[in-house]
């Protein structure tokens, strides 16, 4: 069963913050969050462990709450570059094959 | 830079008709994996290979086949071509135990008419 993105699409001007949850019916081992361009593959932002820290640099973060099976993605002061759409990917156990169930996405659209 | 290349961008085919996709990365990863992408439905995974001729399917394996002969390179087969099959797939690498997430192609935009 696919993890449920929220929302579906936002927009905003630039500056402004955002914040795309992700949650799952299951228990989650891992969360990965990718961002897609428009015409482009995606491309890995990063990945939460369970057990570990809330990770990021500077303007992009993201947090992991294991009791809940959500993830968080935080966007602070956005850019025009910081449009596309973004997915998180959950693996449910640590099998070794790193397999990932994607969210349907999160259309982020930063106007100037 | 590292690398997961496919075949073709673009490739229309006929109904019925046999279609090879073909993906080659250049890291050395054990683990590859073909989706497929579809507007309001993300990423749906079709199958993954953990090893050298080791597969396992996905979540809409139907229709599909795959072949892993060597480790840089994972195939993917439409049997028999259907309208329904018209997407983008995406093929994607990582190795195991990294912190460093998948690496996609560029993708393979099929029509099947």
């Known amino acids: 069963q696919q993890p449920v993105q929220s929302p579906q699409a936002v927009i905003l001007r630039e500056g402004e913050d955002a914040v795309i949850n992700c949650s799952s019916s299951?228990?989650?081992?891992?969360v990965h969050w990718y961002r897609q361009k428009h015409g482009e593959a995606p491309v890995f932002l990063m990945i939460?462990?369970?057990?570990?820290e809330q990770k990021g640099h500077e303007k992009i973060s993201a947090s992991f709450n294991e009791k809940k099976q959500q993830s968080s993605l935080y966007l602070t002061a956005s850019q025009l570059s910081y449009s596309g759409t973004y997915f998180c990917?959950?693996?449910?156990?640590?099998?070794?094959?790193?397999?990932?169930?994607f969210g349907t996405g999160t259309r982020l659209t930063i106007i100037p | 830079d590292v690398k997961v290349t496919q075949s073709s961008r673009y490739l229309v085919k006929r109904t019925g008709e046999k279609v090879f996709l073909e993906c080659v990365q250049d890291?050395?990863?054990?683990?590859m994996f073909w989706y497929r992408q579809d507007p309001g439905l993300g990423l749906r995974l079709i199958y993954f290979?953990?090893?050298?001729?080791?597969?396992e399917k996905g979540d809409i394996p139907e229709g599909y086949s795959v072949s892993r002969e060597k480790k840089e390179r994972f195939s993917l087969i439409l049997e028999s071509a259907s309208t329904n099959q018209t997407s983008m797939y995406l093929c994607?690498?990582?190795?195991?135990?990294?912190?460093?997430?998948?690496?996609f192609g560029s993708g393979t935009r099929l029509t099947v008419v």
């Open positions: 990917g959950t693996e449910t156990a640590n099998f070794g094959n790193e397999k990932l169930t």
């Open positions: 299951k228990a989650l081992y891992s």
């Open positions: 939460l462990l369970k057990g570990g």
């Open positions: 890291m050395d990863h054990e683990n």
């Open positions: 290979s953990y090893d050298v001729k080791m597969k």
């Open positions: 994607a690498s990582i190795q195991h135990g990294t912190a460093y997430g998948y690496t």
